[in-house]
T-cell receptor, first 108, second 113 residues
Framework: GQNIDQPTEMTATEGAIVQINCTYQ??????LFWYQQHAGEAPTFLSY????GLEEKGRFSSFLSRSKGYSYLLLKELQMKDSASYLC?????????FGTGTRLQVFP | NAGVTQTPKFRILKIGQSMTLQCTQD?????MYWYRQDPGMGLKLIYY???????DKGEVPNGYNVSRSTTEDFPLRLELAAPSQTSVYFC????????????FGPGTRLTVT
């Protein structure tokens, strides 16, 4: 079967670093995506990993280990506007399979 | 480019009514998708299309129908609305299926009472 898990909620302080983990199980895998979704809005693309390792994009980085079925999203220098849900999704056969999302609250 | 547009933004339906959710993209994308998102949950794939004239079921297709007569449009039809279909519906598109970033429309918030 296929499964994808991430924590339901996390909290952090402005200026801090937070790591959101995602584990997945699937028989087919073409890549791992992270999306950001603010309340009441559509998801927007953050990052994509197809090979093992770290991809850095400004304050956001994403890591993938295919052998372990594990990914994380790292957010540095947190800002209040980073309060949102972060959706992990793996790509398989022209489709994305999404986790339930991690709701991140950033406090001053 | 307008990207992916969806209409209506909000809709309230009575049980048993029918409606069509519209989705249009102007990016010449081949692949289009319909998702539903229940409160506090992730996105569940309803139907998808890899090109005009081709559609396929996703994880939760029951109670819905789709068509893809043009590259730009991918409407979602609810025939007999049920309270379980209360949700936010997102349409998305991408140039090629695997694996590329999907672009999402703003969503349609549907309530069935």
């Amino acid at each position: 079967g296929q499964n994808i898990d991430q924590p339901t909620e996390m909290t952090a302080t402005e200026g801090a670093i937070v790591q959101i983990n995602c584990t997945y199980q699937t028989s087919g895998f073409n890549g791992l995506f992270w999306y950001q979704q603010h309340a009441g809005e559509a998801p927007t693309f953050l990052s994509y990993n197809v090979l093992d390792g770290l991809e850095e994009k400004g304050r956001f980085s994403s890591f993938l280990s295919r052998s372990k079925g594990y990914s994380y999203l790292l957010l540095k220098e947190l800002q209040m506007k980073d309060s949102a849900s972060y959706l992990c999704a793996f790509s398989r056969s022209d489709k994305l399979i999404f986790g339930t999302g991690t709701r991140l609250q950033v406090f001053p | 480019n307008a990207g992916v547009t969806q209409t209506p933004k909000f809709r309230i339906l009575k049980i048993g009514q029918s409606m069509t959710l519209q989705c249009t993209q102007d990016m010449n994308h081949n692949y289009m998708y319909w998702y539903r998102q229940d409160p506090g949950m992730g996105l569940k794939l309803i139907y998808y299309s890899v090109g005009a004239g081709i559609t396929d079921k996703g994880e939760v297709p029951n109670g819905y129908n789709v068509s893809r007569s043009t590259t730009e449009d991918f409407p979602l039809r609810l025939e007999l609305a049920a309270p379980s279909q209360t949700s936010v519906y997102f349409c998305a598109s991408t140039l090629q299926g695997n694996p590329t970033e999907q672009y999402f429309g703003p969503g349609t918030r549907l309530t069935v009472t």
